[in-house]
Each structure stands twice: as structure tokens, then as C-alpha cells.
């Protein structure tokens, strides 16, 4: 399943599929690109972070990209599963101490 | 221990109180940062403190008052607050403040009444 941009703020994935999650982004200066997840009642949790000079990184089961010419960045995650279930946020950092957070999509995992 | 704690987990205030809210980290953490969060929308970003001082206030309006005693401890205190300021108030940590990982605690959920 794939999200496509903000203007589609909720992803519903089966169980075992893989995920794509879409951000776009405006700071053409940022440094840094971060995903966080936040489930329920939590606050949110890092997921992986990719700097500006580099256009792919992985993690455990997930793997963002990033596409400085058209201002793109995604989250894929492998082999969803239940507990995948929350709202992602892209957020970005400009080299400084400021964090700034997307809209955000919520993913929907069915069993 | 890679916790944020934040204390108290609910609020509720009249406009004429003033409370304050607590967050504690004990990672060593020299960045501490304080979110607001409304429902369905992301985190916007308050204040920031750099090694226990104040870098960054993102135009906050003075009813909200932050203080860091201590490197382990950021407060938020609140006075005259409005209906409008309900929101869950975010404490975040990092390593320093050039560090995109940080560390979320679970958040005040504050009403304002």
C-alpha cells in the first residue's frame, strides 16, 4: 500500500505487506530528514533519520528515501505487521536546534 | 534508562490556576525541548533548552513559562491559560542539540476550563 502525500492521511495495509509512506517537504536547506512514530497515547518515537547528502538508508525493516529534487521523502516499511499500527510523522531539521514535524499519515495494519 | 518521564499524565485547570508541568530525564541527555500537540495534529515545536539555557522560543506566548533547574529536570509552568491551550504538552530530550534522535516522553493531556 502507498500513501500519497498530505493529502491522504491514512494508509490501510494487510499484514504482511509492505508499506510506503509519502512526506513532502518545503526547507530546501534542511540537514536532516526524520521519521517518528507515534502510537496511541504515546508520544512519538524515532524511527530512523537520513541526512540531506544521502538519497537512501536502512534500518530494521524500514528504509527511507529521499529525492532532493522534488522535495520527497518516504518510509517503506517491510513486512507490516500489527504493531506497525500508529500515525508517522516526517519531521526536519535544519542543522539546528529545531525539529519540525509534518502532518502526518496514519497507518492501518489488517490482520 | 531511556525514559522521559512527564508528571502529570492529566491536567485539568481553571483560566485563573497556575500548575506546572514536570519532565525528567536521566540519559545525560543536554538538549530538552517542549512540544504542543493538538488532536490529529503533529507536534509544534515551544522551546528549547541548550545545556540548561533557553535557545529557542518559538513566539510562546508568555502565560507559558518554561525553567530548566538542572540538567535532568524541565519544567513548564502555566498561568492564565484558555480553553484554546488544551492540548498534550510533549517533553523531548536529545544527546545534544544537533541530535536528530530524540526522545519523546508520553506527555501531559492538559485541559483548560
Known amino acids: 500500500g502507498e500513501s500519497v502525500g498530505l493529502h491522504l492521511p491514512t494508509l490501510s495495509v494487510q499484514e504482511g505487506d509492505n508499506s510506503i509512506i509519502n512526506c513532502a517537504y518545503s526547507?530546501?536547506?534542511?540537514?536532516?530528514f526524520i521519521w517518528y512514530k507515534q502510537e496511541s497515547g504515546k508520544g512519538p518515537q524515532f524511527i530512523i533519520d537520513?541526512?540531506?547528502?544521502?538519497d537512501k538508508r536502512q534500518g530494521q525493516r524500514v528504509t527511507v528515501l529521499l529525492n532532493k529534487t522534488v522535495k520527497h521523502l518516504s518510509l517503506q516499511i517491510a513486512a507490516t505487521q500489527p504493531g506497525d499500527s500508529a500515525v508517522y510523522f516526517c519531521?526536519?531539521?535544519?542543522?539546528?536546534?529545531?525539529?519540525?514535524f509534518g502532518a502526518g499519515t496514519r497507518l492501518f495494519v489488517k490482520a | 534508562d531511556t525514559e522521559v518521564t512527564q508528571t502529570p499524565k492529566h491536567l485539568v485547570m481553571g483560566m485563573t490556576n497556575k500548575k506546572s508541568l514536570k519532565c525528567e530525564q536521566h540519559?545525560?541527555?543536554?538538549?530538552m525541548y517542549w512540544y504542543k500537540q493538538k488532536a490529529k495534529k503533529p507536534p509544534e515545536l515551544m522551546f528549547v533548552?541548550?545545556?540548561?539555557?533557553?535557545?529557542i522560543n518559538e513566539s510562546v506566548p508568555s502565560r507559558f513559562s518554561p525553567e530548566c533547574p538542572n540538567s535532568s529536570l524541565l519544567n513548564l509552568h502555566l498561568h492564565a491559560l484558555q480553553p484554546e491551550d488544551s492540548a498534550l504538552y510533549l517533553c523531548?530530550?536529545?544527546?545534544?542539540?544537533?541530535?536528530?534522535?530524540?526522545?519523546f516522553g508520553q506527555g501531559t493531556r492538559l485541559t483548560v476550563v
Open positions: 523531548a530530550s536529545s544527546q545534544d542539540p544537533g541530535n536528530t534522535e530524540a526522545f
Open positions: 526547507n530546501s536547506a534542511s540537514d536532516y
Open positions: 537520513i541526512r540531506s547528502n544521502m
Open positions: 519531521a526536519e531539521n535544519t542543522g539546528g536546534f529545531k525539529t519540525i
Open positions: 540519559m545525560g541527555h543536554r538538549a
Open positions: 533548552y541548550s545545556y540548561e539555557k533557553l535557545s
